[in-house]
């Protein structure tokens, strides 16, 4: 597979990271005439059963005696011991970007406020001098949002980010969905991964 496009960019499996078999549309018979014997279900449902037991005799196997050199043949993931190393295009907790002396990049212009389609940003601008605006107050309540990853795609500083964090993004209090401007802010090395990626699947639009 090329990894060039005609128009100098690599193919989108390329970008997000996921193999191209894997983006690959599949095609759905629909509007089918099955037989009597097929409206019976009963060859499905052996059928079914023959896949169950073939992956669980695998799995079964392949715990009790892995190869050599790994813990287990399947592909099994005993969270929260073993975490996924998770690909770029990952969409998860939007934070904001620190300067390397802390202070966030974020202007406080507004854009990621009004294009947030469930209204879960709330900015409260300040000026620290002449011309030079700062978030006062950066309110992002992720009991409203849906990861659509606009307030991403909008902002002109680069200054927030969909992050590959996931944990604690599900409570019994909605309150505590609630994320104030410190609990947001990450140093820019630590998304660095999701920035690069950014910046090459938006380059064709924004830089």
């Not at 813990?71 to 099994?76: D, I, L, Q």
């Amino acid at each position: 597979m090329s990894t060039q496009t005609g128009s100098g960019h690599p193919p989108y499996s390329v970008q997000v990271g996921i193999p191209a078999a894997v983006l690959r549309a599949k095609r759905v018979r629909r509007r089918m005439d099955l037989t009597l014997w097929e409206k019976l279900y009963l060859m499905e449902i052996v059928r079914g059963l023959v896949v169950t037991s073939k992956h669980f005799f695998i799995n079964m196997w392949g715990f009790i005696f892995p190869p050599a050199g790994k813990k287990r043949k399947v592909f099994t993931v005993y969270y929260p011991e073993e975490k996924l190393q998770l690909p770029p295009a990952y969409r998860g907790r939007p934070v904001l970007v620190a300067h390397t002396d802390g202070t966030e990049k974020c202007v406080a212009c507004g854009l990621c406020e009004k294009m947030c389609p469930a209204h879960a940003i709330s900015i409260v601008a300040a000026e620290r001098a002449p011309g030079e605006r700062y978030p006062l107050r950066y309110t992002l309540d992720l009991g409203r949002c849906v990861y659509c990853g606009y307030c991403e795609e909008v902002c002109p500083k680069e200054a927030i980010v969909m992050s590959d964090e996931y944990q604690g993004l599900a409570q019994r209090d909605r309150n505590a969905l609630r994320f104030e401007k410190e609990q947001l802010l990450r140093p820019e090395g630590k998304v660095k991964t999701r920035l690069d990626y950014v910046r090459r699947i938006y380059s064709k639009w924004n830089y």
